[in-house]
């Protein structure tokens, strides 16, 4: 089993200390910048309006679409996600973005899963949830209710991070804040892999391989030696109880950004330049658009992309002494083939297509399979009388895989297709391509939210960064450092009124 070691490398992170912070002459910044307008930094503009009040401008700066990650493709004048699609019910930010942004729950539509090994389904569930229990007991004991254990306390020690962000407090790290909700262990989960753990927990290396190591492929496209703590939220993501965005979860961003009453800048940041330091330093942010160069001083900037060398995103850091390291690591690539076309269901083994049960084909980690997965997949609008396509209906699929799909592998997936539209994404991080956590607080007035990425990369986990910066930098530039870093917050927030 490989085992990871990680090393902690960012000793450029800012630590806080009194010192930092002399005059405070009370007066709030007057104007803060977003670079990015995924779900990250339309939620960081939404709660940096929040806390920081109405006359401070935002400007959010984007040089593709608003939704970075979250995005969609049309195919017959319907709209399909081709990025991050599934929500977790106690997601309670998001779900606390719907409410407030008027939005709807995307009805959820059945279908049957099925694991399949290169040669045969290994595993297939069936209409009868006791029948599905009984099979699993049968072939792998309890490692299935052992799991379940784990994966719900887990997540109700993260649940925490709502209470302590509800009372104000902040984290100027993400070590820092994995430590308040789950003490060293959840450090832990980040350096060892999701097999160990699960091995050490009991359950068996047959139910890894061929439940685990799936749902791995499906959710990030990697293997078992993921990080436990990502390993950890990608189980929670294959629960019940999941939801989307009706209308494209993407919606969430644009929605965010007119309720923050932002600036939405259709324009790249080339440049972030330090201009003054002090007590209050500012930054200029050089953008660039056809060919147009513009430049603005922030007091405030929230960096919401990921900074690694692959993922491009053409900002330099100028002025900073010492200089600003790159990030390590990578992103890791999945591709996204939304295809219209008919399933070769003989290539599973249903020669008849009338007879092929499933709409989500999950794959262990064979050498010989091309793809992490296949689904049939749903429009984001769902009318009421809509219903699944058959097998033997010309349907939209999603296949990931790890690299775009030559012909013969289309060929050898559809009998024959209308359309391809492929995304081929820098999906999330490629976990093991570094060691450590990023930092949150790049420089006094600068702070990073992708780092958090390295510990779980989802929706809901660039939310929760957003709302840690804003808390964070509203915090820091007030002076109240006893609302950063604080230790026995739980006592604390049962304590307080
Ligand atoms: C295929 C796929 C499936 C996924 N499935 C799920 C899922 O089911 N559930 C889930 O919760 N998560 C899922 N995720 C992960 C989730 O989508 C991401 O974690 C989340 O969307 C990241 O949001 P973000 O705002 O932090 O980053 P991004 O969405 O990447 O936003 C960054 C933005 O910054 C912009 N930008 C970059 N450089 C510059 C610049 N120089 N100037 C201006 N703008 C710039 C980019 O264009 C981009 O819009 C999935 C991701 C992928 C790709």
């Known amino acids: 089993m490989r085992q990871f070691m990680y090393v902690f490398l960012f000793s450029f992170v800012h630590v806080l200390s009194e010192s930092d912070f002399a005059k405070f ?11 990015g307008a995924g779900i990250g930094g339309t939620a960081t503009a939404h709660f940096l309006r929040q806390h920081f009040g109405p006359e401070v401008r935002i400007d959010v700066f984007e040089k593709n679409s608003v939704g970075g990650r979250l995005a969609t493709v049309s195919v017959n004048n319907q709209e399909y996600e081709s990025g991050g699609s599934i929500i977790h019910s106690l997601n309670l930010h998001m779900q606390d973005f719907i409410q407030q942004l008027g939005l709807k729950y995307r009805k959820s539509v059945a279908g049957k899963t099925a694991v399949f090994n290169g040669e045969e389904f290994i595993l297939e569930e069936t209409d009868w949830y006791l029948l599905d229990l009984f099979r699993l007991w049968w072939r792998y004991g309890i490692s299935f209710i052992r799991l379940q254990m784990w994966v719900e306390e887990i997540m109700e020690k993260f649940m925490r991070i709502y209470k302590y962000q509800a009372h104000g407090y902040a984290f100027s790290s993400v070590e820092e804040l994995l430590h308040s909700l789950g003490g060293s ?8 892999s999701l097999s160990e753990s699960l091995l050490e927990l009991g359950v068996s290396q047959r139910f890894i391989d061929e439940i685990i190591s799936p749902i791995m492929r499906v959710n990030y496209g990697q293997n078992i030696s993921i990080p436990a703590f990502v390993g950890a939220v990608s189980l929670a993501g294959a629960q019940a109880n999941l939801w989307a965005v009706e209308g494209g979860n993407k919606l969430v961003c644009s929605r965010l950004l007119k ?5 939405l800048i259709q324009s790249q940041v080339t440049s972030i330049e330090l201009r003054s330091m002090g007590d209050y330093p500012q930054y200029e942010i050089t953008h660039s658009s056809q060919d147009k160069k513009t430049s603005e001083v922030y007091d405030i900037i929230v960096v919401a992309t990921p900074l690694q060398q692959n993922v491009d995103t053409g ?11 790159e990030m390590p690591g990578s992103y890791h690539q999945t591709v996204a083939s939304i295809i219209h076309g008919y399933l070769n269901c003989s290539y599973f083994g249903y020669p008849d297509p009338k007879l092929f049960p499933f709409s989500s084909i999950l794959t262990t980690d064979a050498s010989e399979l091309f793809f992490n997965s296949a689904a049939s997949i749903c429009p984001v609008n769902i009318t009421s009388g809509f219903r699944r396509k058959q097998p033997q209906e010309a349907g939209v ?18 009998k024959s297709y209308y359309s391809v539209q492929v995304t081929d994404w820098l999906a999330y991080p490629h976990y093991g391509s570094t060691q450590g956590l990023p930092p949150v607080v790049l420089h006094d007035g600068m702070y990073y939210l992708n780092g958090i990425e390295w510990a779980a990369s ?3 986990m660039s939310s929760v960064a957003a709302k840690n910066i804003a808390l964070l930098a509203y915090h820091r530039w007030n002076r109240q450092l006893e609302m950063i870093d604080q230790k026995d917050l739980m006592h604390k927030v049962k304590t307080e009124l």
Do not use: H, W
Not at 25 to 35: C, M
Not at 259 to 263: G, H, M, T
């Open 397 to 414: 699929y999603k296949v990931f895989s790890p690299k775009p799909l030559e012909k013969n592998e289309l060929k050898t997936l559809f």
């Open 259 to 263: 309720l923050a009453k932002a600036n």
């Open 458 to 460: 989802a929706m809901e």
């Open 25 to 35: 002459d009370g007066a709030p910044p007057s104007k803060i910048a977003v670079v």
């Open 315 to 325: 900002i330099s850091f100028q002025g900073f002494e010492p200089d600003l390291p």
């Open 185 to 192: 262990g959840f450090i832990n989960m980040t350096r060892r």
